[in-house]
């Protein structure tokens, strides 16, 4: 089981960039990235596959969010542009053998998951 590792979260004005890392050793498996906003539940935001040549995003962030993949430094980023401060939460990276979007949001496929990392984006 792949346990990944988030870092990159901080605090950023409203516009402004982050980029997170997730570092999992072993076998390059399909990582997605999730979210937890503040009272709300922990929602999908975008998948990658093992290669690094498929990607999938939730529409809040589709032009905003490009996840990619070092496979040789076995992490996955995920570079956050033109922040809004609905983006704030808590971001998580999960991983799962296979690549599927139409079940990339459904948590329950996933077996390894990182401790998450904040991000806060201030208007």
């Known amino acids: 089981q792949v346990q990944p590792v988030e870092s990159g979260g901080g605090l950023v004005q409203a516009g402004g960039s982050l980029r997170l890392s997730c570092t999992a050793s072993g076998r390059a498996y399909a990582v997605s990235w999730f979210r937890r906003a503040p009272g709300k539940e922990r929602r999908f935001v975008a998948s990658?596959?093992?290669?690094?040549?498929?990607?999938h995003y939730a529409d809040s962030v589709k032009g905003r969010f490009t996840i990619s993949r070092d496979n040789a430094k076995n992490t996955v980023y995920l570079q956050m542009d033109n922040l809004k401060p609905e983006d704030t939460a808590v971001y998580y990276c999960a991983s799962r053998p296979t690549y599927y979007p139409k079940t990339a949001s459904d948590q329950r496929t996933y077996s390894g998951w990182g401790q998450g990392t904040q991000v806060t984006v201030s208007s």
């Open positions: 990658i596959n093992g290669g690094g040549s498929m990607t």
